[in-house]
């Protein structure tokens, strides 16, 4: 059950399924703002801390295993990984995982650098959604990467991944946490989905409201 029920009209949620039937391929990863592709395309971007299930969600969510590289070592998604629609306007960006980044200074510095250029530059990036671990709700950096969206007015949805490992308890007080922390945040959407990776819940909303977005 997700926790904001929202009326999505039967058009709406076919225009998501099928948004997401058809293929979407992996165009390449950037580690500079000269590689990203041209601003032309309605672009979506998901982050995340480093262990959140980032990948696994982007799999499940286009439907094609192994589209994004799921790992057990946290912050292997050292760059933005491009993938495209092969048959709509549509871009996702892979973000690079935060908080458990076993990598040197200087380079988590550099992706830091990467990532506000291209939160605060990118004319067609329509939303970001910040996957939060719903067994533990928003922690520090989650909303440290809150507060950076709100300063560069970019618009996101807060996403509770894992939603099938907490108790039906356990995940209400997240979901009442979360819906806490995005109360009053000028660019953050009103409503929190819900999602499992593994067992497809939240998916059908999700594809819906990106829907929303590329029909707007």
């Known amino acids: ?4 029920a929202v009326d999505y009209s039967p058009d709406i949620v076919e225009t998501g399924r099928l948004l997401f039937a058809r293929p979407f391929v992996f165009v390449k990863g950037c580690v500079k ?7 032309d395309k309605v672009e979506i971007a998901f982050a995340g801390r480093s262990n959140v299930g980032k990948s696994s969600l982007i799999n499940a969510l286009c439907g094609v295993s192994g589209l994004a590289r799921t790992s057990n070592t946290p912050g292997r998604t050292q760059e933005l990984n491009i993938f ?60 440290t990467v809150m507060n950076e969206l ?10 509770l991944t894992k939603a099938d490992k907490p108790s039906r308890e356990e995940l209400d007080a ?21 999602t499992s990776s593994v067992k497809g819940e939240g998916l059908r909303d999700l594809r819906a409201e990106i829907a929303l977005l590329m029909a707007s």
Do not use: C, F
């Open 33 to 39: 703002l000269a590689d990203l592709p041209p601003m």
């Open 84 to 143: 495209e629609s092969t048959s709509a306007e549509l871009r996702i960006v892979d973000m690079p995982g935060y908080g458990y980044a076993k990598a040197p200074e200087p380079k988590v510095r550099a992706w830091t650098k990467l990532i506000h250029q291209y939160l605060t530059g990118r004319q067609t990036l329509r939303r970001v959604y910040v996957l939060v671990d719903g067994r533990h709700g928003p922690k520090d950096n989650d909303l």
């Open 1 to 4: 059950m997700q926790p904001d």
């Open 174 to 194: 997240v979901i009442a946490m979360t819906k806490a922390a995005i109360a009053k945040r000028p660019a953050a959407h009103p409503h929190v989905i819900l």
């Open 150 to 159: 709100d300063k560069s007015a970019v618009s996101y949805q807060v996403v």
